[in-house]
């Protein structure tokens, strides 16, 4: 292996740190509330993991789960009650919610300026836009292990893959406004090997175990996988085939360990620019 590894894990017990401590100067604590519909295993660990990390770097932090048969007027009443709710910074609606739901509606219902996990149109537009506003926690957590990692952004060809609106749009902006000269590619995209060969930075989040290969990689590329795949005999594993691209790449996240941990930094760095933005 020839790869350096990103430690994820360090770095967002870093940003936690330096969060918790500008958590506790404040005469105040900042608000999240996450809220879950139904039972999904997988939303369930997540919910978790958020409420453990808020509550340790000092967030008042709390879950309203909801049941699975929750209507969608039900959920929407709840998020009007949390916009108005002056102690409640951020609103995180925990993806995926039952079928009765329609996700972009209950989205677009969040008060812009609690949308900590950024996916309300206002916060895609200013993203889109380059205006100041609330980023998608993952692709965010992707530029601070870049940044973290000494990777020259100015100029570098960099190469998304996957053009969700969760993670590959947002990524493809940030990139762009990191001076990087973007592609995005996806399940249409020509020759993905050759188009993934040609990046010096590279973003997988395809949701594909192992699907891009060490011979897709070029020589010294920053590899950042943001997959999160669980197999068949359990193990967990991202969108890139570790072993190979390591012997490639320069730098490499690894999974789990990698971009996951990031996540989660994030959302509390959200809340807190958001307390601090509707407190000021
Ligand atoms: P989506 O399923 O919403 O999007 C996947 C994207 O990959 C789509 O744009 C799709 O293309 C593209 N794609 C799928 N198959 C192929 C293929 N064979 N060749 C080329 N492109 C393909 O996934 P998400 O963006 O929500 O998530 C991606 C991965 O990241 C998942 O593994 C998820 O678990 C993980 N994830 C990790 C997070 C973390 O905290 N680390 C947070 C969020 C997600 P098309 O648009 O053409 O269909």
Redesign the pocket.
Known sequence: MSARVIDGKAVAEGLRATLAARVQALPFRPGLRVVRVGEDPASGVYVRNKDRAAAAAGFDSATIHLPAETSQDALLAQVAALNADPAVDGILVQLPLPPQIDAQSVIAAIDPAKDVDGFHPINAGRLANGQPGLVPC?PKGVMYLLRDAGVTLAGARALV????T???KPMAQLLLAADCTVTI?????RD?PAECRRAEILVA????PE?VRGDWIAPGAAVID????RLADGRLVG?VAFAEAAAVAGCITPVPGG??PM?IACLLENTLDAALARRA
């Open positions: 993952t893959l996957g053009r969700s969760i993670v590959g590619a996806h399940s249409r995209t993905l989040a395809v949701g594909r699907m943001v997959g999160i795949n969108d971009v996951g996540t």
